[in-house]
């Protein structure tokens, strides 16, 4: 089935479509200013908006949205304003225009458009929300499970997350942090910037974001890019479960890379026995915690280091240091950024919010069994209990639908290898868009495409689009690069951060 979608895939050609005249800079009704201090760089401007808590009642409550400017370097050729999401979902929004455009994408995009950061409702700068998570809290992604009894122990672990949410001082404005109501924050965000369209970039849960924009607001869209992409039903249990697929999928490239190195790490001369490495090493911290790492942080770890390949050596180093019984050299997990509060409630109020979850714990009895035998590397984490299922709301309105009834802008951009948002989840999105759709898969493991330094097929499909209006006519399929491009110091710097925050989710 692969190769026949690979074929199809590779037989498909390039077309131009029709680009409007660029636009003056729109009349606007928001006051730039500084940015604040954690986020702050060379040409960024802020601002905050008030926007609806609840658009049903858009006259009462407001709730504060903080937003952010990287204005064209050329207002000759500017096109209009592009509006970024970089995932999460609680990942905050406002530096994320200042760091794309240091990791090397080419000036005609940067003259094209003013680039739009913001917080989501819940995050950061924006009205924060919290559930009081205790440190051992906030990667409250579940252990794995080895059996039922382990279930019913996450069981309880995510009823009391749920319950310290209910108890929260932001309990109130739990309910409507939502996808659909962070996408009506967006068109609000259009509105307060006098413009009639925007353009998206999206990137891993920022995908689904933009699909729901895309499906409430699909006259209001102009050229849309959905990169990693999630599937259509946003970020459920089968979301979830999906994790577990992604890094089954992405694991022997990590395997392949060690195996070519083992002289260097010692993990092993081949893809296999690399991957009996990896099983031997969460054997024994199952029954013998290391510095802090037991079996189940191992897994999630080794899953996060495998989103960007960047981060390959840093995840050889640690496992070399846990196979001689010495500290890793760093956090298996992403460092802390000090909001970690309000992205995990954003996170867990998305969650829960845009779907109802199984309530039984039979339910995921049943999964886990299943998935560990499918996808044993972290089926039996993924596939475990989450605090959705024991959230006390439930959803204010039903998830929105994609479909196949809008304008034909979106392009899709997919790893056929990504460890957070599998191919399947992609092509199940495609489907659901139809014609409104195109969708480029790249021979390449790991999270994002859109990145100058990956892979130059994926990315120039992306950049073609944005500033050129140039979309394939038909899917398309990008082989493998052997070699990326190389990055100064400063560009360097910047993507080893984006890989850092990429992992976060």
Not at 281 to 307: E, M, N, V
Request: proline residues 8%; charged residues 20%.
């Amino acid at each position: 089935m692969r190769k026949q979608l690979l074929a199809v895939l590779a037989a498909a050609a390039l077309t131009a479509t029709a680009v409007p005249a660029h636009a003056s800079p729109a009349k606007s009704s928001v006051n730039w200013g500084a940015c604040p201090a954690d986020v702050a760089s060379p040409g960024l401007q802020c601002a905050s908006l008030e926007v609806p808590l609840d658009y049903r009642h858009p006259d009462g409550k407001k709730i504060s949205l903080a937003i952010s400017r990287l204005p064209s370097t050329d207002p000759a050729k500017r096109r209009g304003v592009l509006l970024f999401n970089p995932g999460g979902p609680g990942e905050p929004g406002l530096a994320f225009p200042s760091t794309w455009a240091r990791i090397g994408v080419p000036a005609s995009l940067l003259a094209e458009y003013d680039l739009i950061g913001f917080d989501p409702r819940g995050v950061a700068h924006s009205t924060p929300v919290s559930c009081d998570l205790a440190p051992e809290q906030l990667a409250f992604t579940p252990k794995y499970a080895h059996n039922r009894e382990e279930v019913v122990q996450a069981s309880t672990a995510a009823k009391q997350i749920a319950r310290q949410c209910a108890a929260s001082a932001s309990a109130a404005i739990l309910p409507y942090v939502t996808t659909a109501n962070t996408a009506r924050d967006m068109d609000r965000i259009r509105a307060a910037l006098g413009e009639q369209k925007i353009s998206y970039f999206g990137l891993s849960y920022g995908t689904y974001l933009g699909g729901v924009y895309a499906s409430l607001f699909p006259d209001q869209t102009d050229r849309v890019v959905l990169d990693s992409v999630a599937g259509p039903t946003g970020v459920d249990l089968t979301t979830a479960r999906r994790f577990a697929e992604g890094m089954q999928d992405r694991f022997p490239d990590f395997a392949k890379w060690a195996a070519v190195r083992d002289s260097t790490y010692g993990l092993g001369s081949t893809p296999a026995e690399v991957t009996a490495t990896f099983f031997k090493l969460a054997d024994k911290l199952d029954q013998h915690p290391a510095a802090g790492i037991d079996g189940s942080l191992f897994r999630l770890g080794t899953h996060s280091l495998t989103y960007q390949t960047l981060t390959f050596p840093r995840l050889a180093q640690t496992w070399q240091a846990l196979l001689n019984d010495q500290p890793p050299p760093g956090s298996l997990l992403p460092p802390a950024t000090g909001q970690e509060q309000s992205e995990r409630a954003t996170m867990l109020s998305v969650l829960c919010g845009d779907n109802s979850w199984p309530r039984t714990i039979s339910t995921y009895q049943r999964n886990v069994v299943a998935d560990r035998a499918t996808y044993p590397m972290l089926g039996g984490a993924t596939a475990n209990v989450w605090p959705c299922a024991a959230w006390p709301y439930q959803p204010v309105e039903p998830a929105v639908q994609f479909n196949d009834q809008g304008p034909s802008n979106l392009l899709l951009v997919q790893n056929m290898r990504d460890p957070a948002t599998p191919l399947s989840g992609a092509l199940e999105t495609r489907e659901a868009f139809g014609d409104r759709a195109r969708m480029v898969t790249v021979d390449q493991g790991g999270h994002g495409v859109g990145l100058p330094y990956l892979n130059g097929c994926g990315f120039n499909a992306v950049a073609d689009y944005l500033v050129n209006g140039i979309r394939p006519a038909a899917d398309k399929f990008c082989g493998a690069e052997v070699s990326v491009k190389s990055l100064n110091p400063q560009q360097q710097e910047a993507a080893s951060k984006l890989a850092e925050r990429l992992r976060q989710y």
